[in-house]
């Protein structure tokens, strides 16, 4: 079973950056793609980023710009970079290994 770990994440004001990290317990590079989601209240989860094992990285429109997915596969992590932050960013987001390995989920709050 893989574990997949997150980190960051929080409050920050408009127009603030955040960080946020997902450590799986085996390789990332075996695991193959790995991506962010988000999930505000009443809404259903949503695709932020993807990154494949090539490097190839993938945007939802609502974040191009603002927002950097990068991996490090000798730490088995996995980044999400997130600047110019507004409210409407705010969810808990989810971090997912291949297709099957999710995160535990962590708030992000973007105040006004």
Do not use: H
């Not at 190839?56 to 970079?81: C, E, G, H, P, W």
């Amino acid at each position: 079973q893989v574990q997949v770990v997150q980190s960051g994440g929080g409050l920050v004001q408009a127009g603030g950056s955040l960080r946020l990290s997902c450590t799986a317990s085996r390789s990332i590079f075996a695991i193959g793609a790995m991506g962010w989601y988000r999930q505000a209240p009443g809404k259903q989860r949503e695709l932020v980023a993807t990154i494949s094992s090539g490097d190839s990285t993938n945007y939802a429109d609502s974040v191009k710009d603002r927002f950097t997915i990068s991996r490090d596969n000798a730490k088995n992590t996995v980044y999400l970079q997130m600047t110019s932050l507004k409210p409407e960013d705010t969810a808990v987001y989810y971090c997912l290994g291949g297709i099957r390995y999710w995160g535990q989920g962590t708030q992000v709050t973007v105040s006004s």
